[in-house]
């Protein structure tokens, strides 16, 4: 991975390389942690943060979802991670807000080990590989199904959840496809290994709903709005497997992924990104990087330093 200089961790300012914890940290033995993926685009005017608000309330809520107390309030984590950004010197990058459970008490109920907050900052590239935003990509349905609501929490953005999510996506990886389709217990269509799933049938858009163990992505909800102010029909409702086979039209969005279009499914070409695809493709690419008037508001500017503004200090 490209590096940055500087991660923020407890409030500090540390070295990437000494950015470190106890190997008894409780997130690292039981999966006990909650993070957000984030971007922060060069745009216009300056570097800019999109939907920063509404992912650090699904990082308060993921936190609230697994009894963990979070010692850091959103707009103490907004501040710091502007100043990161700044820090840097950064224009356009990936966040990684993670609030684990760190070292203190071992087992189950560890409700002393203390809760560790860190920031990162780094420039991430196509998640998908070069190409995929342009040309689509190959995916396969999972023979895992995504975790379900019985036995963990689908709308909680938490570490230990992810081995689901790494299963299928090495299931596919090693089949050599670009990404997995996961489906949910029932069988309808939930969501990629990181990115949620949209169907264009007869001009008409589909994605699963949220009683289809989805994350409740932020880029999903961006999508369906520019889809909907174009003039489109959003319908959230259960997709059978065999409705990705017969689709115009499949893409994927995720902070990491952004829009991604599909070109087949399970070996059955769904074919060259399509209009539809293309058109919200290019509004929702404008949209991140500041160039649509009507959703600027989606932007946190990452503002520049004033005169008075005392830098945190770096520990050394
Ligand atoms: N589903 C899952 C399981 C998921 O991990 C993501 C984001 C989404 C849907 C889309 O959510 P949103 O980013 O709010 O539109 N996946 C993150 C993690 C990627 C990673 O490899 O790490 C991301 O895109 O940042």
Redo the contacts with the bound molecule.
């Keep these: 991975m490209e590096q940055a200089e500087l991660i923020w961790h407890n409030g500090e300012l540390v070295p990437w390389e000494d950015a470190k914890v106890h190997v008894l940290s409780h997130g690292l033995h039981y999966g006990t942690g909650v993070f957000e ?1 984030i971007r922060c685009y060069e745009t216009e005017r300056g570097p800019a943060i999109f939907r920063h608000g509404e992912h650090l309330e699904r990082l308060e809520k993921s936190a609230e979802l697994y009894y963990f107390s979070l010692p850091y309030s959103a707009e103490e984590l907004r501040d710091a991670t502007h100043e990161l950004i700044r820090r840097n010197g950064l224009r356009s990058c990936y966040i990684r807000p993670l609030a684990f459970r760190g070292y203190g008490e071992m087992g189950l109920y560890a409700q002393s080990a203390p809760i560790e907050v860190i920031v990162a900052v780094w420039p991430w590239g196509a ?1 998908l590989g070069e190409g995929s935003k342009e040309h689509g990509i190959r995916t396969k349905v999972s023979s895992w199904r995504t975790i379900s609501g019985d036995s963990l929490i689908p709308h909680a ?1 938490a570490s230990g959840q992810y081995l689901n ?1 790494i299963l299928a996506k090495t299931e596919s990886a090693n089949a050599g496809y670009d990404e997995a389709i996961l489906l949910d217990q029932h069988g309808a269509v939930s ?6 799933v949209f169907v264009v049938r007869d001009g008409v858009l589909r994605t699963p709903p949220h009683t289809a163990a ?2 409740d ?4 909800n961006s999508v369906v709005q520019i889809a909907r102010d174009l003039g489109y029909t959003v319908e959230e409702r259960d997709i059978a497997r065999s409705e990705l086979y017969l689709a115009d039209e499949v893409f994927l ?5 952004e829009l991604v279009p599909v070109r087949e499914v399970d070996d059955h070409p769904i074919g060259e990104p399509g209009e539809i695809t293309r058109v919200i493709q290019a509004k929702f690419e404008d949209a991140l990087h500041g160039r649509a008037e009507e959703y600027l508001e989606w932007l946190d500017p990452v503002e520049a330093p004033a005169e008075a503004d005392k830098p945190s200090k770096v520990r050394s």
């Excluded at 969005?253 to 992924?257: I, R």
């Design positions: 993926g998640y953005k999510s969501e990629g290994s990181g990115e949620n989805i994350l992505g932020i880029s999903r969005t995720g902070t990491a992924a």
